[in-house]
């Protein structure tokens, strides 16, 4: 089973997976996240430090993307594992369809119809959602560039259309909640799909 984690910069997401890793360890979930999961993730923090050109960072995204696939979460899945993954392709459709905006004709149509040949579709993704002005408290400084309020506004947006047009994968988390009270019911929830899976 997949699982992914996604939510705008600052929702706590990060903290959410770490948590879920023991709270699920009788599980043995494989832990993975994006970008970063392979070598590939360098060239993306480079991307992401150089504030270069928006396609560059995006393909090199998605060529994380495709070799977090090749060597961890196909690997885990094939060998019957629960695959937890700190971002995903979701962050894509929502922080890509903001950069690209005006650099295609349709950033997400065309977000999407690159993954579909080639991705894995999770089984169930949780969504951290908070006012972006908590987030941006949250967020401490030397961060990298996506902390813009107006930016976050937009990429929240677009997760939560995200997840409305697909409610049987998508479960909203309210990321105000304290930590440990988040984190039990994400990894409820985990377990009753992963049960309901088998
Ligand atoms: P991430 O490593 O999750 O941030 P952190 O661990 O520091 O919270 O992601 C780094 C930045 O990259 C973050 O602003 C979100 C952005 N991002 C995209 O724009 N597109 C993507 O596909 C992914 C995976 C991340």
New binding site residues.
């Given amino acids: 089973m997949l699982v992914t984690v996604e939510g705008i910069?600052?929702s706590g997401?990060?903290t959410l997976v770490k948590g879920l890793a023991g709270a699920l360890a009788d599980l043995d979930p494989v832990v993975t996240?994006?970008?970063?999961a392979t070598w590939v993730g360098e060239a993306?923090r480079r991307s992401?430090a150089e504030n270069d050109d928006p396609m560059t960072?995006?393909l090199l995204?998605i060529a994380?993307?495709a070799a977090h696939l090749r060597h961890v979460v196909r690997p885990g899945l094939a060998a019957g594992r629960v695959v937890v993954s700190?971002?995903?392709?979701d962050?894509?459709y929502?922080?890509?369809a903001v950069?690209l905006k005006g650099l295609l004709p349709d950033p997400l149509g065309w977000l999407k119809a690159v993954h579909a040949p080639f991705t894995v579709v999770p089984d169930l993704t949780f969504l951290c959602v908070l006012p972006v002005e908590e987030a941006v408290t949250r967020l401490k400084a030397n961060?990298?560039?996506?902390?813009e309020a107006s930016v976050l506004e937009e990429v929240q947006q677009n997760f939560l259309a995200l997840a409305a047009a697909d409610p049987e994968r998508f479960v909203l988390v309210d990321a105000m909640l304290p930590a440990d009270e988040v984190r039990a019911f994400v990894a409820a929830e985990v377990r009753r799909r992963a049960g309901a899976a088998r």
């Fill in positions: 910069d600052g997401k990060s996240r994006e970008p970063g993306v992401i960072e995006c995204f994380d993307h700190d971002r995903y392709s962050s894509r929502a922080y890509q950069t961060r990298e560039h996506f902390e």
